[in-house]
């Protein structure tokens, strides 16, 4: 189970769950399970993903033709279903990454005003 | 749903495999397997929803809620199916009509002419200026065409129709069919495509026929074009197939074929002198205008037009104006308006169903009370039951639909057999175009919404406490009762109005039959048309002697007799003859011509004189009125008269007649003797001893073998010819009834339903009063007394309505009463015997209660 502590995890914002999903494409094809563990390895276990919500938001970027599924085999040879980011899928990433930058910074932004920065 | 299930199973494994993985980890990392399958578990969330959110995200999920609704419709409407039907049924009642009356109205007036421009299209006809004329508008007779077409510069074309029955030879039998004569540019002026075809040609006998000719007789086949057609013996190509859409520009009759005029008159030159009479005025003239011609220029120019043949022609046109009128145009504006009417009288007999089925689904309503607040408690939200209900009363609609387009379907074959039986069959087709359906699909949707939203809305009103107590204090059906009543008491009094109005026609028949016709419709006569015509359809001359001394071979037969012009055919009792009195202006009187003693077989009374004999060749027959005209003094028999320029010697007086409706006037008619051989139809009448009926058959098969090819029309006793005549009335009677038993069955509807929502609204009620000792009939009284206390009550506000109504007719009508017994008292025991049936099922339910089951608080 998670090293993590119940009360530090984060809940997800709406609509980062696909971002993230399809960020974690990007290395690579991946199955369910794997894009599950990818996530919450690569956030050092924060971001905790109820790992069943993970299927709603294939099958949505599916649908969006950002994500293609196809049969392959896992690493202990079991037959499994993989995702692969499309080239739809890779420019529908670089725009919600600016988005979020754009957003993330200006919550950094009121959250932490440059002089009380400078105070701390 | 099996197209769904790949995907449904893909996700399903995509899970297991998820959850297997999991599992693996987690014994990797030395959880037993139960624990590790319980982790994975835990950790991928509850399956099911996970299930159903990607179900959402593939767009699935409002498609099953529908399914699903539907579903639970139908399983509602199946637990109480009585309720169910007594709604489809009152439904499918109002929708059926409905439709019907849209389908004829939508092919009657919403289909326009399919020519091109229908605006630009004039008729020309005839007024007769004189105050007492015969017939004050006159159509155009062929001379009279060919004038204003050589005249008229207001028009880029004229054209002219005549109808005309002719004798079809075709795969080795003769049809007489509908024919249009018309001039040979008609299609052109008309703006009708042909399709297949060239159309008339000039250099052949040439002509059109009709998309249902060629469907039915030619097998729709692309290469009878320029085939031969044998119409009266003479051959013609067909040279084209009109468009399906054009029937002709009559609305009702549509001909078969189109002949142009000059071709008929060259092949059956008999026709010409005809033809070429200017007082013959039975055709149609459609002028098109020149483009950019006011129409009151083309009007002044027709009426000056009109002027000059006054005085050129006066002994036929002396007192005759021309005009124009648009009938396309108002035709069209007319229909809509007409459709507009009808399809408002139709939505009140609608709405009278819709209130009837909320009433019914109110009570329902009421009922469900219990597993409504059950629901609630659930969690289900009001807008989820609305939507419930609401998809119930669609289900509800739609089944009704059916079962009304059905019957709608029914109806509309009936119709064409409710005609009277005519000489020309007439093809009435009818079919639902896109507006009829869309009509349709119109209702469903408005009869649900209008039936269904108060029950759905009062119904899943969040009512928690009350509702799982099953406490009947607050009631849904509270509010609605009093509105309702007030419908169902207008409802039985529409159709007490109803009933009373069809037992009154009815009477009015049967005072119609008494009326004095001059002739006795109940003598054992049987009477046929004879048409006929040579092997290849040709039309032969009649040796009609010849005939009736076959006929009169027959056994049973006591006297035969042929005749040109019969009473109450409809059709030849126009024609007329010329009176000239020394010192008098000529003038028009009723005329025709019969053999010797048809008059004293229809049982005509001769008042002084005989009757015509084979010998009268300078004979004729007079009515009294005649006589009187000729000879107020009462000695006409004897004297001579000019008619039509030959002098004739009156020999007989006979009764007035009604000869082309039994309400004829009494007009002065003179019957010449039809001579023995000629070509035409003619009637052959027998007088049989026994029953007439009897007859029919072998009165048709002998003058079918009398003539090799010769057509019989219309075989019949002379009963039937002259209910035939009273098509009218009779109809009337039969639509009276029709309405007024569509009236009664809503009611009863209606009535079942408030009955029932009253019952299930005081069964608390009734259930304490039966614990309490109180008897089940003195409950059940009290069930009915309040189903039978609204019909009373509509019962004495219909004959309000209808009596005083029917009192100002009968002070119009002399021997019509509104005191008949069919009128008041049957119409009357009708609807209170109605009423009973329909709330005794209701009042019945009492004896169904088990007062412990209600009484006991939950």
């Known amino acids: 189970m998670s090293t993590c502590d119940e009360k530090e995890r984060v809940e997800f914002l709406q609509g980062t769950l696909d971002m993230l999903v399809l960020r974690t494409l990007l290395l690579g094809p991946a199955h369910g399970h794997a894009i599950a563990h990818a996530i919450e390895r690569n956030s050092d276990d924060v971001l905790q993903v109820e790992q069943g919500s993970l299927y709603p938001a294939l099958h949505r970027l599916i649908r969006r033709g950002w994500v293609q599924a196809e049969e392959g085999l896992s690493e202990n040879n079991r037959r499994a279903k993989f995702y692969r980011l499309t080239a739809k899928g890779r420019k529908q990433l670089a725009i919600e990454n600016t988005r979020w930058e754009k957003f993330a910074g200006a919550i950094a932004r009121i959250m932490r005003p440059a002089e009380q920065m400078a105070d701390l | ?858």
């Open chain 2, 1 to 858: 749903m099996r197209w769904r299930r790949p995907a449904e199973e893909e996700l399903e494994r995509d899970i297991a495999d998820h959850l297997a993985m999991e599992t693996e980890e987690n014994m990797a990392r030395g959880m037993s397997p139960e624990e590790a399958r319980y982790a994975a578990l835990r950790r991928f969330g509850n399956v099911a929803r996970v299930k159903e959110e990607t179900r959402r995200v593939w767009g699935w999920n409002v498609l099953d809620t529908w399914c699903a609704d539907v579903k639970h419709a139908l399983r509602r409407i199946r637990r109480s199916p009585g309720t169910a039907a007594l709604a489809v049924f009152s439904l499918a009642l109002a929708f059926a009509p409905s439709v019907t009356v849209f389908s004829v109205m939508d092919r009657l007036f919403l289909t326009p002419l399919p020519v091109k421009a229908p605006g630009e299209i004039l008729e020309i006809q005839f007024r007769d200026t004189r105050p007492n004329a015969n017939y004050p508008y006159l159509a155009v007779s062929y001379p009279e065409f060919q004038d204003f077409r050589s005249s008229l510069k207001s028009f880029s074309g004229l054209t002219y129709q005549r109808g005309q029955g002719a004798m079809v030879a075709l795969n080795g039998r003769r049809t007489l069919v509908g024919a249009h004569l018309v001039s040979d540019d008609y299609f052109s002026v008309l703006g009708v495509p042909m399709q297949p075809g060239p159309g008339f040609l000039k250099n052949r006998p040439s002509l059109v026929v009709s998309h249902g000719f060629w469907m039915r007789e030619l097998e729709g086949r692309p290469d009878v074009i320029g085939r031969t057609l044998l119409v009266n013996g003479q051959a013609y190509s067909i040279d084209g197939v009109a468009t399906p859409d054009f029937r002709g520009t009559d609305k009702i009759l549509s001909p078969d074929l189109w002949i142009p005029f000059e071709t008929w008159l060259q092949l059956q030159p008999g026709f010409r002198a005809f033809m070429a009479r200017r007082d013959i005025r039975d055709g149609v003239l459609w002028a098109r205008l020149r483009p950019g011609v006011p129409a009151a220029q083309a009007a002044a120019e027709v009426e000056s037009m009109g002027r000059e043949m006054a005085q050129r022609w006066p002994a036929t046109n002396r007192y005759l104006t021309s005009y124009t009128y648009a009938p396309l145009a108002d035709r069209e504006r007319g229909g809509i308006n007409l459709t507009a009417v009808g399809v408002f009288l139709l939505g009140i007999l609608l709405a009278v169903a819709c209130a009837n089925v909320a009433g019914i689904l109110l009570a329902r309503a009421e009922e469900r009370r219990h597993e409504t607040a059950i629901r609630q408690a659930l969690g289900a939200s009001r807008a989820r039951l609305v939507r419930e209900w609401m998809v119930e009363s669609a289900v509800l609609s739609s089944m009704a639909a059916a079962l009304g387009l059905a019957g709608a379907r029914v109806l509309m074959n009936l119709l064409p057999g409710w005609l009277p039986s005519l000489v020309i069959p007439i093809h009435f087709e009818f079919s639902f175009g896109p507006r009829v359906w869309l009509y349709a699909a119109s209702l469903v949707c408005v009869s649900a919404l209008s039936f269904g939203l108060v029950p759905a809305w009062r119904g899943s009103r969040p009512d928690l406490l009350s509702g799982l107590r099953r406490d009947s204090a607050v009631s849904i059906l509270h509010v609605r009762i009093p509105s309702r009543s007030l419908l169902i008491v207008m409802q039985v009094a529409a159709a007490e109005v109803l009933l009373f109005s069809a037992g009154l026609v009815l009477d009015t028949v049967s005072a119609v039959e008494r009326l004095d016709i001059g002739f006795d419709p109940h003598r054992p006569v049987a009477m046929a048309v004879l048409v006929a015509s040579g092997e290849d359809g040709s039309l032969r001359q009649v040796d009609c002697e010849a005939v009736c001394d076959r006929l009169a071979r027959i056994a049973g037969v006591r006297r035969v007799a042929y005749s040109r012009s019969v009473p109450l055919s409809g059709y030849g009792g126009g024609a007329t003859f010329r009176l000239e009195m020394p010192g008098q202006e000529p003038r028009e009187v009723m005329g025709g011509s019969a053999g010797p003693a048809f008059l004293s077989i229809l049982g005509v009374r001769m008042l002084s004189g005989r009757d015509l004999q084979a010998a009268d060749q300078h004979a004729v027959l007079v009515n009294v009125t005649m006589a009187r005209l000729l000879d107020p003094a009462g000695n006409a028999v004897g004297r001579e008269v000019r008619l039509d320029g030959a002098v004739k010697q009156i020999v007989g007086v006979f009764q007035d007649t009604a000869w082309n409706s039994v309400y004829d006037p009494p007009r002065p008619r003179a019957i010449a003797l039809a001579p023995a051989r000629s070509g035409g139809d003619t009637t052959f009448a027998v007088e049989v001893a026994g029953n007439p009926s009897a007859y029919v058959k072998v009165l048709r098969n002998e003058l079918a073998a009398a003539q090799l090819g010769a057509a019989v029309l219309s075989s019949k006793t002379l009963w039937q010819h002259y209910q035939d005549s009273l098509f009218v009335e009779r109809t009337a009677t039969r639509l009276f009834y029709a309405l007024g038993l569509l009236a009664l069955l809503l009611t009863v509807s209606g009535l079942h339903g408030i009955t029932a929502a009253l019952f299930a609204r005081r069964s608390r009620e009734f259930a304490i009063r039966l614990a309490l000792g109180a008897a089940p009939r003195q409950i059940m009284g009290t069930v009915l007394a309040s189903g039978l206390r609204l019909a009373a009550g509509g019962l004495v506000l219909g004959l309000a309505i209808a009596f005083p109504g029917a009192l100002s007719v009968a002070s119009r009508l002399p021997g019509f009463s509104p005191w008949s017994a069919p009128g008041l008292g049957l119409s009357s025991a009708i609807v209170m015997v109605a009423a009973v049936a329909a709330a005794v099922q209701p009042a019945r339910r009492v004896l169904s209660i088990q007062p412990g089951d209600i009484v006991r608080a939950e």
